[in-house]
C-alpha cells in the first residue's frame, strides 16, 4: 500500500479488513467530522454555531444589569412593616453589611397588584409590571459579601476572587453565534465603563475570542459607537486582499507558536473586525427603527442601549449585556427616593417595549432576559460617614444577605414568585437561591448540565458554577 497516495479516512476503510472504518464512524459527530477536524475547525472558526448538551428554549440571552445594587424592598419585593417600623429599630438587631446602618426604612415608593398573577410592583416600574405574567420573580437571592467588586465578579463570572470566564463567554464557547459578522457576546454601557471594567466580560482562560466586546452605547453615531466600522480609504476588495496577505503571514507566524490562544484571538479579531463593517452599521443604527417604535423605548441613553440589544439578538448575537450607566449608577447610599425613581424611570418603558417587540418577533420564548444588580439593599437606613453620604439619612446600605432578580422568556415560568426574604427584606428566608444556583439554571435553560460543561485548564475541568450550584427547577416552565 503506497500511504502517501492515501488519506487518513480511506487508510483505516483498507486496515483489518475495513475494521478501521468502524473506529472512524465512533470518532465521528453528526456533521462527520472528526474530533481532531471540529478542534481544527473551531480554531479557524470558534463561533460557529454549536448544539448544546441537550435540547433547550433559550437560544440567547439579553443581562439588563442594574449596576450598584438596585434596592428590592423599593422595586419587586414590598415589605408593609417596613412602614410601620419606619424611623424606629428594627425588633431584631441588623445584619453587618459594609457600613453602619440604623432605623427602619419604609419604602418611599407604593405597590401594586399587577396581572393574572396579583404579583405586586413597585409604581416606579409601572411599565414593566404589565408583563409580570411573563416574569419569574427570584425574592430570595444571596451572595457571599456586601462589596461591589467581588460581588461583580461572582454575578457575571461565577468567582469573585480568581480570573474565571464569564457568563457571556461561557455561553459562546457552548454555542458559538448564529452571526459571523458581529461578535457573539457584546457588553454595551452608556458613558463609560462600570467597575471592574473589562472584566466583567473577560474570556478568563478560555480562548480570547470568546471575551465580550464592549460598546460605550451613550452615542448615536454609529462611527462613534464601533471606531472605525468604516473604512474610507481603500475599497472592500482591496481590503480583503490586504487582510488575505496579512493572515498568510500571521498563519505563518503561527506555526512556531500554535498553543498561542492570544495570537489566534487576534487574528481572529481582525477577520471579525472587516465582517463587521457590512452589519455593525445596520445593527447599531437605531434611527431604521420605525419612530412609533423608538418613542415606545424611550430616549435615555440605556433605553437607546436595550433598542440596540433588540436589534443585535434579531440578528443573531448569542448574548447582550446591557448595564444601566458607568460605574455604579444604582448605589443609592443618599437619595434613594430621586435616584431610584430617575434610574427606573429610565428603563422601565424600553424594558417593557423590549418584551413587546420580542413578542412580535417571534422571538420571546427563544430570548433568555435577566434582570437586576450584584446584591439589593438594606431595608434599613445607612448611618452617615464622613465624606460618603454628605450627613444624610435618606439612603440604604448594600445587602447581599438578601436581594431580588427576575427572568423573562426563554422558558422561564411566567407569573411565578420564587421564595421570600424576611419579614423585612433583610435576608433570603424562604427558597434560597445562591447566585451559583442562579447560573446552574440558567446554564439549563439554554440547555447545558452546569456539572458536565467544562473547560480544562491547567489540570483541571473548570466549570462556570465552580464547585457549586443547584438547578432551581421551579423556575422553569
Known amino acids: 500500500m503506497n500511504f502517501n497516495a492515501v488519506d487518513r479516512r480511506e487508510l483505516l476503510r483498507r486496515c483489518g479488513m475495513g475494521f478501521g472504518s468502524l473506529g472512524l464512524a465512533a470518532l465521528m459527530n453528526e456533521t ?48 408593609p ?7 424606629k429599630a428594627l425588633p431584631m438587631a441588623n445584619l453587618r453589611t459594609e457600613r453602619k446602618t ?8 407604593k405597590f ?15 411599565h414593566t409590571a404589565q408583563h409580570i405574567d411573563d416574569i419569574c420573580v427570584i425574592r430570595s437571592m444571596h451572595a457571599d459579601v456586601p462589596n461591589h467588586e467581588p460581588s461583580l465578579m461572582l454575578m457575571n463570572c461565577g468567582e469573585a476572587r480568581q480570573v474565571r470566564p464569564s457568563f457571556g463567554s461561557w455561553m459562546t464557547y457552548g ?16 458613558g463609560g465603563y462600570p467597575i471592574q471594567e473589562s472584566q466583567n466580560w473577560q474570556a478568563g482562560f478560555l480562548p480570547g475570542v470568546y471575551q465580550g466586546t464592549y460598546i460605550d452605547s451613550q452615542h448615536t453615531d454609529v462611527e462613534k459607537l464601533v471606531q472605525y466600522v468604516r473604512n474610507k480609504y481603500v475599497g472592500n476588495q482591496t481590503q480583503r486582499k490586504q487582510l488575505d496577505l496579512l493572515l498568510e ?15 489566534e484571538a487576534r487574528i481572529q479579531s481582525f477577520e471579525l473586525a472587516f465582517r463587521m463593517q457590512k452589519d455593525a452599521t445596520d445593527a447599531f443604527d437605531i434611527s431604521r427603527e ?21 436589534r443585535l439578538i434579531e440578528r443573531g448575537v448569542r448574548m447582550v449585556q446591557v448595564w444601566q450607566g458607568r460605574d455604579q449608577p444604582w448605589d443609592s447610599h443618599d437619595d434613594l427616593e430621586i435616584q431610584h425613581k430617575r434610574l427606573a424611570t429610565d ?30 439593599r438594606t431595608p434599613v437606613v445607612e448611618l452617615p460617614t464622613p465624606g460618603s453620604n454628605a450627613g444624610k439619612i435618606n439612603g440604604r446600605d448594600h445587602n447581599h444577605h438578601g436581594f431580588t432578580m427576575w427572568l423573562a422568556g426563554g422558558g422561564v415560568k411566567g407569573g411565578y414568585v420564587h421564595g421570600a426574604t424576611d419579614e423585612f427584606g433583610f435576608a433570603a428566608a424562604e427558597k434560597k437561591v445562591h447566585v451559583h444556583d442562579l447560573h446552574a439554571t440558567l446554564l439549563k435553560l439554554l440547555g447545558f448540565d452546569h456539572e458536565k460543561f467544562t473547560y480544562r485548564y491547567a489540570g483541571r475541568d473548570f466549570r462556570f458554577t465552580d464547585l457549586y450550584g443547584n438547578v432551581v427547577n421551579e423556575l422553569i416552565a
Not at 440604623?102 to 415608593?109: D, K, N, T, V
Not at 503571514?249 to 495570537?263: A, G, S, T, V, Y
Not at 428603563?347 to 422571538?363: C, S, W, Y
Open 347 to 376: 428603563v422601565d418603558k424600553a424594558i417593557a417595549a423590549l418584551i413587546t417587540d420580542l413578542k412580535r418577533l417571534g422571538l420571546f420564548e427563544e430570548t433568555l432576559i435577566i434582570w437586576g444588580g450584584e446584591f439589593g
Open 249 to 263: 503571514f500571521n498563519r505563518e507566524h503561527q506555526k512556531n507558536r500554535p498553543n498561542d490562544p492570544q495570537l
Open 81 to 87: 412593616l417596613l412602614t410601620k417600623y419606619h424611623g
Open 112 to 126: 401594586k397588584k399587577y396581572g393574572k398573577s396579583g404579583i405586586e410592583v413597585s409604581e416606579i416600574f409601572e
Open 102 to 109: 440604623g432605623a427602619a426604612f419604609g419604602s418611599p415608593f
Open 175 to 190: 454555542l458559538g453565534s448564529e452571526n459571523q459578522n458581529l461578535p457573539g457576546f457584546i457588553a454595551m454601557c452608556p
Open 32 to 79: 462527520g467530522l472528526l474530533t481532531s477536524e471540529i478542534k481544527a475547525n473551531d480554531q479557524l472558526n470558534p463561533l460557529t454555531v454549536k448544539k448544546p448538551q441537550f435540547p433547550a428554549k433559550a437560544k440567547r440571552v439579553i443581562h439588563l444589569f442594574m449596576n450598584g445594587g438596585p434596592s428590592h424592598v423599593d422595586t419587586f419585593d414590598p415589605k
Open 290 to 310: 420605525p419612530e412609533k417604535n423608538r418613542e415606545a423605548y424611550g430616549n435615555s441613553p440605556v433605553a437607546r442601549t436595550i433598542l440596540m440589544a433588540k
